[in-house]
């Protein structure tokens, strides 16, 4: 079922004949929730930096050979993700003219997403958070 009315674009034509447009935005946001299976993973091997990190709230756009980063606190990331595929590189001081470019356009996409993010806060039984923990997630 395929709905014209709903927000973005179809990938059926990446689906059935494999074609992109490398050009065209990838934008992706992370809350900073890190599953407690994972950090206990993370701080069973002292990297308490790392899970810091993760948990650090992070809007990211990708578009051509470049992603750039933008974390809560205001630290930017920019990397040439077809030269430095692992992210070892950051160019945000040196690539400053694609550095604004590209959070311009992420400020702009956060601004004009059609749905709204606000936190969310749930009530839990003891049955549910018993089963949370059992999944790792607590």
């Given at each position: 079922l395929f709905r014209s009315s709903l927000p973005g674009k179809s990938l059926l034509s990446v689906i059935t004949s494999g074609s992109s447009s490398k050009d065209r935005p990838l934008f992706a946001e992370w809350e900073g929730r890190v599953p407690a299976f994972i950090q206990k993973r993370i701080d069973n091997s002292l990297n308490n930096k790392r899970i810091n990190e993760l948990?650090?709230?992070?809007?990211m756009?990708?578009?051509?050979?470049?992603?750039?980063?933008?974390?809560?606190?205001?630290?930017?990331?920019?990397?040439?993700?077809?030269?430095?595929?692992?992210?070892?590189?950051?160019?945000?001081?040196?690539?400053?003219?694609?550095?604004?470019?590209?959070?311009?356009?992420?400020?702009?996409?956060?601004?004009?997403?059609?749905?709204?993010?606000?936190?969310?806060?749930?009530?839990?039984?003891?049955k549910v958070l018993k089963n949370l923990r059992a999944l790792g997630y607590m």
């Open positions: 948990k650090q709230k992070r809007k756009i990708r578009k051509g050979k470049y992603k750039y980063i933008l974390t809560i606190n205001g630290n930017e990331e920019l990397y040439n993700i077809s030269s430095d595929p692992q992210e070892q590189f950051n160019l945000a001081e040196s690539q400053f003219n694609i550095k604004k470019d590209l959070k311009t356009e992420l400020l702009r996409w956060q601004e004009t997403t059609a749905i709204r993010r606000h936190a969310v806060s749930y009530d839990a039984d003891d």
